[in-house]
């Protein structure tokens, strides 16, 4: 086929991608068919537009002008989106729908599914059962048969350790394997992520398994409403706790050892600096993955989320270095650039009245408003003390206040609860 009729073809899918979305019909509408096997090298000619007709258009989808920044050069990551946390606005996106192996980042579907529904105190005794079926070579939290845990731990271990033992075994105090992975996958509906079928609740490899890059970052702002979450996610080390070591005829004693978080970006690593104004979010690596990488950072007022999945280039922690480029550049450009598209609100949430003067979105599925005077804020995380929710809880790497997500500009869902300034305390 000759290039001027590609090109002809290719302006006449965008143009009708447009003409789709103004019509107003549901963003499945617009899903891209699933892919019946390992995903290509190339992303495929037609993706999903949830969210906006260019966000379906393989390659970088930027508005570039006078005034905005050029993006980063040397972006290697098969995938990646930059988005405002609050408006849901796309500041540029690379195959932001291309369906590819999610690896651990699938663990925040995990936790906004599952988090909700266990108090933090609740203790579950692991019976073996509960560790059946763990992938070889999974990434370990170290928890033992026959030892008791609280639903903390847990999730400690899942956040930090990205631990698929303590996937396991909140996925069997929920009803199984199975149960979780179909909960999951309701709740990736809900949150209109068109790209996502779930085949595991730890994000293991597996045959079918995928998301986008534009489904992680819906997971991650809809996990960061939850105070919990965002706890777990932006806690830089704690205590976990180990085997009962028994000593005579005493009841016997339990150590503790200490847990990092593998996110580099939080905890750092040898030539990996903190980000300045990191709060989270999920990191995962896997054979079929390669690396991927979920990151929510605050600077001046503006809160990015900004997801990278695999970056062809090899080196060490480059999803990291990627990730902290385009956070750089999405923190110099917001205010600046023109959105590409916008992040999609859950299919249950209600639009509140949209502000005198406030533009309404006009891609697919955008959100018309904002919260809602009468959202109650729910207050953040404060200083930790002892035990696993000590050492590490760095609600701040540096001195000063995150406003995560405040200022009403996120939620469409009056009954979401805006979160509160989380206290940033100094990293130990």
Same mark, same amino acid.
């Given at each position: 086929?000759?290039?001027?009729?590609?090109?002809?073809?290719?302006?006449?899918?965008?143009?009708?991608?447009?003409?789709?979305?103004?019509?107003?019909?549901?963003?499945?509408?617009?899903?891209?068919?699933?892919?019946?096997?390992?995903?290509?090298?190339?992303?495929?000619?037609?993706?999903?537009?949830?969210?906006?007709?260019?966000?379906?258009?393989?390659?970088?989808?930027?508005?570039?002008?006078?005034?905005?920044?050029?993006?980063?050069?040397?972006?290697?990551?098969?995938?990646?989106?930059?988005?405002?946390?609050?408006?849901?606005?796309?500041?540029?996106?690379?195959?932001?729908?291309?369906?590819?192996?999610?690896?651990?980042?699938?663990?925040?579907?995990?936790?906004?599914?599952?988090?909700?529904?266990?108090?933090?105190d609740q203790r579950h005794q692991v019976v073996p059962t509960d560790l059946a079926g763990i992938g070889a070579g999974s990434s370990m939290v170290g928890i033992k048969e026959n030892e008791s845990y609280t639903v903390h731990d847990l999730?400690?271990?899942?956040?930090?350790?990205?631990?698929?033992?303590?996937?396991?075994?909140?996925?069997?105090?929920?009803?199984?394997?199975?149960?979780?992975?179909?909960?999951?996958?309701?709740?990736?509906?809900?949150?209109?992520?068109?790209?996502?079928?779930?085949?595991?609740?730890?994000?293991?490899?597996?045959?079918?398994?995928?998301?986008?890059?534009?489904?992680?970052?819906?997971?991650?702002?809809?996990?960061?409403?939850?105070?919990?979450?965002?706890?777990?996610?932006?806690?830089?080390?704690?205590?976990?706790?180990?085997a009962t070591t028994q000593k005579g005829k005493g009841k016997g004693t339990r150590e503790t050892f200490e847990i990092q978080n593998t996110n580099r970006l939080l905890s750092g690593d040898a030539d990996t600096a903190v980000y300045p104004?990191?709060?989270?979010?999920?990191? +995962?690596?896997?054979?079929?993955? *390669? /690396? &991927?990488?979920?990151?929510?950072?605050? @600077? #001046?007022?503006?809160?990015? $989320?900004?997801?990278?999945?695999?970056?062809?280039?090899?080196?060490?922690?480059?999803?990291?270095?990627?990730?902290a480029q385009l956070f750089d550049w999405g923190f110099r450009a917001a205010g600046k650039v023109q959105p590409v598209g916008t992040l999609v609100p859950p299919l249950n949430a209600t639009p509140s009245a949209r502000p005198s003067g406030?533009?309404?979105?006009?891609?697919?599925?955008?959100?018309?408003?904002?919260?809602?005077? +009468?959202?109650?804020?729910?207050? *953040? /995380? &404060?200083?930790?003390?002892?035990?696993? @929710? #000590?050492?590490?809880?760095? $609600?701040?790497?540096?001195?000063?206040?995150?406003?995560?997500?405040?200022?009403?500009?996120?939620?469409?869902?009056?009954?979401?609860?805006?979160?509160?300034?989380?206290?940033?305390?100094?990293?130990?």
């Open positions: 086929m000759s290039a001027p009729k590609k090109i002809a073809q290719r302006s006449l899918l965008i143009t009708s991608a447009a003409l789709l979305t103004v019509s107003g019909l549901a963003p499945s509408a617009f899903a891209a068919p699933k892919p019946s096997g390992s995903p290509s090298t190339a992303p495929p000619a037609r993706m999903s537009q949830v969210g906006g007709a260019r966000l379906g258009v393989p390659g970088t989808q930027v508005n570039l002008a006078p005034g905005v920044p050029v993006l980063p050069k040397g972006l290697t990551g098969r995938s990646w989106i930059v988005t405002d946390a609050e408006s849901g606005e796309v500041l540029a996106s690379h195959n932001a729908h291309w369906r590819l192996p999610p690896a651990s980042t699938l663990k925040m579907l995990f936790a906004d599914t599952v988090l909700p529904r266990f108090p933090r999730w400690l271990g899942v956040f930090l350790r990205s631990g698929n033992d303590a996937v396991h075994v909140l996925s069997a105090m929920n009803g199984g394997v199975a149960q979780t992975v179909k909960d999951m996958q309701a709740h990736a509906d809900a949150l209109q992520a068109g790209d996502t079928h779930v085949v595991s609740p730890d994000g293991y490899d597996a045959p079918q398994q995928y998301s986008s890059a534009y489904d992680l970052t819906l997971f991650a702002r809809s996990g960061l409403q939850k105070k919990d979450f965002r706890e777990y996610c932006s806690t830089v080390r704690a205590k976990f706790p180990g104004g990191i709060a989270g979010v999920k990191n +995962g690596n896997t054979t079929n993955a *390669g /690396a &991927t990488f979920t990151g929510v950072a605050e @600077r #001046g007022g503006k809160v990015l $989320l900004v997801t990278v999945m695999n970056p062809e280039k090899h080196e060490h922690d480059e999803v990291y270095k990627e990730t406030a533009p309404s979105a006009d891609v697919t599925g955008a959100p018309q408003g904002t919260a809602g005077a +009468g959202s109650e804020p729910v207050k *953040g /995380a &404060t200083a930790q003390s002892g035990g696993s @929710r #000590g050492a590490g809880t760095a $609600l701040g790497i540096a001195a000063g206040l995150l406003v995560l997500l405040a200022g009403g500009a996120f939620l469409v869902n009056r009954r979401w609860p805006l979160p509160d300034l989380m206290r940033r305390r100094q990293r130990p």
